[in-house]
């Protein structure tokens, strides 16, 4: 069971929108930055945000993100078939002796 | 950015320990916090520990009892040790400075746990 829960799947159409949540705890999520991932299939995962909402170079700004509280999110808009991929959210957790924790994972479709 | 490599046997009998090496090129080994990562097949991320090159470990307290990190400055090299392996860990080993901006991984290695 993961520290952070994340929805298993998500799913949209080329060109929509999709949002995939991210619940915490006050010891993660509430007190230090969230980081996003994006892993492709055989691949290692991919930095896509962090200190919450800041994108590296090189991410387009089709991705952002957002916190509030003990939840973030992630979202995407205009998909398209090459984000089709699983999707991590990650944060140092206080209470675990300062651990880097993991969501679940949330797989997208591109329908 | 940093570049990182991992290697070692991709097969490791039960019970016995997996060893894996971190090649780290492109940037100072003194200036992150270096992780290893697993990912079981099919599964999620998990995070094993961290190593600072002061010799500062923090390990995930489900593994702590079997991990043991260490660093090579001279070689530019960081070490993973987990002792008493079972099938539950097999996965895919990954070296990676997480946690900001500079956020980098290797390709990850397939470690193995069978007789």
């Known amino acids: 069971q993961s520290v952070l829960t994340q929805p298993p799947s998500a799913s949209g159409a080329p060109g929509q929108s999709v949002t995939i949540s991210c619940s915490g705890h006050n010891s993660n999520i509430k007190s230090n930055y969230v980081y996003w991932y994006q892993q492709l299939p055989g691949t290692a995962p991919k930095l896509l945000i962090y200190s919450d909402y800041e994108r590296p170079s090189g991410v387009p700004d089709r991705f952002s993100a957002s916190k509030s509280g003990t939840s973030a999110s992630l979202a995407i808009s205009g998909l398209r078939s090459d984000d089709e991929a699983d999707y991590y959210c990650a944060t140092w957790d206080d209470n675990l002796s300062g651990s880097w924790v993991f969501g679940g994972g949330t797989r997208l479709t591109v329908l | 950015q940093v570049q990182l490599r991992e290697s070692g046997p991709g097969l490791v009998k039960p019970s016995e320990t997996l060893s894996l090496t971190c090649a780290v090129s492109?940037?100072?080994?003194?200036?992150?916090?270096w992780s290893w990562i697993r990912q079981s097949p099919g599964k999620g991320l998990q995070w094993i520990g961290y190593?600072?090159?002061?010799?500062?470990?923090n390990y995930n307290p489900s593994l702590k009892s079997r991990v043991t990190m260490s660093l090579d400055t001279s070689r530019s090299q960081v070490s993973l040790t987990l002792i008493s392996v079972t099938a539950a860990d097999t996965a895919v080993y990954y070296c990676a400075n997480v946690g900001g901006v500079s956020d980098s991984w290797g390709q990850g290695t397939l470690v193995r746990v069978s007789s």
């Open positions: 190593i600072y090159h002061t010799g500062h470990t």
């Open positions: 492109g940037g100072s080994i003194t200036d992150y916090y």
